[in-house]
Nanobody
Framework: QVQLVESGGGLVQAGGSLRLSCAAS????????MGWFRQAPGKEREFVAT????????YYADSVKGRFTISRDNAKSTVYLQMNSLKPEDTAVYYC????????????????WGQGTQVTVSS
C-alpha cells in the first residue's frame, strides 16, 4: 500500500514557476513507477509525466515537454514536478500517482493516487 500526499500548488502568473512535491509512505516507494496527472474543470484527467523507479527514465506529454521536469528522491520517498514557463492552460488540479507495473498514459491503470493540489496560472 502506498499513500501519496501532494503539496506545492498555488497561484502564479503566466511565465512563472512552481515545484510540486509528492511525499509517499510505505517501504515500496523505490519499486514504483511514479507519475503526475492533471485535471482541468470539465475535462478528463490527463497524463503529464512519468519517471521510472530508479529515476533514470522519464517521459512527458507533448504539452509540457521542455517546460516541466519530473524527478524523484528515493531516500526521501518523494517525487517532484518542476514547472517552468507556466501558461494559463496549465491550470488544473495536479495529482501524483504510483503504479505497480509498467507506466501507462491511461489514468485508470494507475494503482495509487494522492488527493491533488490546485495550480492556477493567471494571464
Amino acid at each position: 500500500q502506498v499513500q501519496l500526499v501532494e503539496s506545492g500548488g498555488g497561484l502564479v502568473q503566466a511565465g512563472g514557476s512552481l515545484r510540486l512535491s509528492c511525499a509517499a509512505s510505505g517501504r515500496t516507494f523505490r519499486s514504483h513507477t511514479m507519475g503526475w496527472f492533471r485535471q482541468a474543470p470539465g475535462k478528463e484527467r490527463e497524463f503529464v509525466a512519468t519517471i521510472s523507479p530508479s529515476g533514470t527514465s522519464t517521459y512527458y506529454a507533448d504539452s509540457v515537454k521542455g517546460r516541466f521536469t519530473i524527478s524523484r528522491d528515493n531516500a526521501k520517498s518523494t517525487v517532484y514536478l518542476q514547472m517552468n514557463s507556466l501558461k494559463p492552460e496549465d491550470t488544473a488540479v495536479y495529482y501524483c500517482a504510483a503504479i505497480n507495473g509498467w507506466s501507462s498514459l491511461i489514468s485508470k491503470n494507475w494503482d495509487y493516487w494522492g488527493q491533488g493540489t490546485q495550480v492556477t496560472v493567471s494571464s
